[in-house]
């Protein structure tokens, strides 16, 4: 048990989230490389690049240089076995990057220190928010232009609504970016371009020192000095209790692309993480060094191998030790089974695992018997995880296939897709899977899925985008749905699992349906 304990402890399991082209990707790569589990670190640029970031694996990704699926993947640095959870970050995303979340104990929040917080970046912390995660931000990209470092931090507040706690500070941007101060050790770190790239210089000199004109310039230097007071006295003290409640986010500078301060970020954060946390189930919450295993599914994918035709089901392991000898109960399935063929994911590398602790994330062979959400668990000790919610889409589209032959296909495709949580899949209130509805986060998954219909199951098909743009579950377990009094714009659905939905065009429609059906309860989340 002692064994178990110590491997537990080592665990560090975290998302990354921002807004498309923020440096997520890179300062991820960067992290690989740290770790040693990469040798060349493959920039995202687009579609001719010859070298693609390890974590982008699908086709359609690589054709249009961005992420567009969640990847996961470990390796060890400094004594930690670290476990990380790439979300998309393009505008265009998927429910699956909300899952994603809902597997890490901690978010590292990258942000353009030339942009600032951008509309992705909300919608992802809002999630954080919701679980109550530690979040760690990383302003990237301050080897260029950036905003007054002041203005970032405010922003992060107003908007995020989160108080922020700069651990580092930088020393101009751009053409005049030389560094940052770090506020605990009073040491400046200093960027150096020169013809070959650049370089990191630790200067140990005291802020006030006259060397420092001549490292810094002396407007630099004068301007630091500003800041450092400034910031000793209006912003928030660095309290760990907060950061780990997810009340206090610790701020940090640099660049991803060029790795300065990639490092010193690293070093920092898993200083500030902790183990594994527990988890809540209908038992009560689970702690993560209970001797026996289990875990939860929040991510299916199929066709990672198309010559395979396979699917694997991706597991956030919650408590205990897996051992790939044991059977396990499958509670949703309500049987007894062993997870064949475990791995864990280096991106596109798969590695064959016989033992995985609380914390790490591993694939298995899904014969089409899991579902997000599901609870793997001993048999000797069976209860089950608080389900994922089902995020609700923002876009609709009719889907119709074009050989009316291939049906069979056609619904295996659309069927799998769906259980994946790529798209949500709906029908008409009155009908079978004659009239199918496709519901998505982003529009980005209309093309995802035509791609993968088209290419993975052979299915050509046609989509007429609808108007609706709010959905709601409907709560009230014994409703007549076709008795109730809607407005014009307002269209009854039903889900996979046969529970009644609404769509609106407007919001202003829910609340006149509410006003005018006493009683009724609607939800913006489902549950899986």
Known sequence: MSNIREEINRRRTFAIISHPDAGKTTLTEKFLLYGGAINL?????GRKAARHAVSDWMEIEKERGISVTSSVMQFEYDGKCINILDTPGHQDFSEDTYRTLMAADSAV??????????????????????????????INKMDREANDPFELIDEIETVLGIRTCPVNWPIGSGKSFKGVYDRQTEVISRFIQGDNGHKTDV???KVGDDGLDELLTHELHEKLIEDIELLDGASDEFDIDRIQKGELSPVFFGSALTNFGVETFLQHFLKMTTAPLSRTSDAGDIDPF?????????KIQANMNKAHRDRIAFMRICSGKFDADQEVYHVQGGRKLRLTQPQQMMAQERKHVEEAYAGDIIGVFDPGIFAIGDTICMPKKQFAYEGIPTFAPEHFARIRQVDTMKRKQFIKGIEQIALEGAVQIFQEFNTGMEE???GVVGVLQFDVLKYRLENEYRVEIRMEQLPYEHIRWIENKDIDVSALSLTTDTKKIRDLKGRPLLLFTHPWSVNT?????????LSEFGTN
């Open 436 to 438: 199918i509805i496709a």
């Open 41 to 45: 670190a493959g920039s995202v640029k």
């Open 109 to 138: 929040m990258v942000i353009d220190g030339s942009k600032g917080v951008e509309a992705q970046t909300i919608k992802l912390f809002k999630v954080c928010v919701m679980r109550h995660i530690p979040i760690f931000t990383f």
């Open 203 to 205: 200067v140990e000199a």
């Open 290 to 298: 209970d001797e026996n295993f289990s875990a939860f599914v929040f």
């Open 513 to 521: 349906v509410l006003d005018r059906n006493e009683g009724l309860i």
